[in-house]
């Protein structure tokens, strides 16, 4: 008996407990370009108007954080080797109506594990707190391309880029991101209700057992 409940608190720990999920992006400005992309005949006017939005979908209330690798170089969620020399980049969260979230603006850069590319560490890391189950949008651009929904104070992703980009010497267009969810535990993710009525039945057979299990 006492195997059969230790074994149904392992289960429900399993599944009950948050694990985190890792969705990874790779990609180039001119290629993936989803606003900005009309005019463009170099890769310098590319870094200057473009951006490439993404969505992703978070299944349940779960933390979250994107983090790039393509300035420094560096390996991604799906284990693929990103190489240095990318754009500097610049992250904003929308959600699915195209409202803007949050951006990198003041966002962290050089964070842990990053590598440096000329003597400098650019890659950066967006916090995006706890979001609600959904659907959301993510654009990557060169620094400082942030949208007019975040540089005006209102309006929608729809509304576009400022154009504000930059490509300095020695980068190129590609780009790399993940986006983490349900990292870090402590109540990230909340679990789904089949998984309490899995630990429940459970129980409740581990109570039947008790009851009729005969006594030496």
């Known amino acids: 008996m006492r195997n059969v409940v230790r074994l149904f608190l392992i289960i429900v720990f399993v599944l009950t407990s948050a694990s985190a999920a890792t969705i990874s992006f790779v990609g180039s400005l001119d290629a993936d370009c989803t606003f900005g992309c009309q005019g463009n005949t170099s890769d310098g006017d590319y870094a200057q108007y473009a951006a490439a939005v993404y969505s992703f979908t978070v299944p349940v209330q779960a933390t979250a954080y994107a983090i790039t690798f393509s300035y420094g170089g560096g390996i991604n969620g799906n ?3 990103i190489p ?3 754009f500097e980049p610049y992250l904003s969260l929308f959600d699915n109506a195209g409202n803007f979230l949050a951006s990198t603006f ?3 850069n050089c964070p842990a594990g990053a590598n440096s590319y000329q003597n400098a560490c650019w890659d950066v890391k967006l916090d995006m707190g706890t979001l609600a189950a959904g659907t ?3 654009a990557i651009s060169a620094w400082e391309n942030m949208s ?3 540089n005006l104070g209102a309006g929608n992703l729809s509304d576009g880029f400022t154009g504000l980009g930059n490509l300095f010497p020695g980068e190129d267009l590609h780009f790399a991101f993940d986006v983490v969810t349900g ?3 402590g109540g990230g993710e909340v679990p789904e209700p089949s998984a309490w009525l899995l ?3 459970g129980l409740a057979l581990i109570r039947f057992l008790a009851s009729h299990h005969p006594r030496a």
């Open 183 to 185: 990292a870090g535990g």
């Open 148 to 150: 007019y929904a975040e």
């Open 136 to 138: 959301y949008q993510i």
């Open 79 to 81: 284990g693929a080797i």
């Open 84 to 86: 240095q020399g990318g």
């Open 106 to 108: 003041s966002g962290e």
């Open 199 to 201: 630990a429940a039945s």
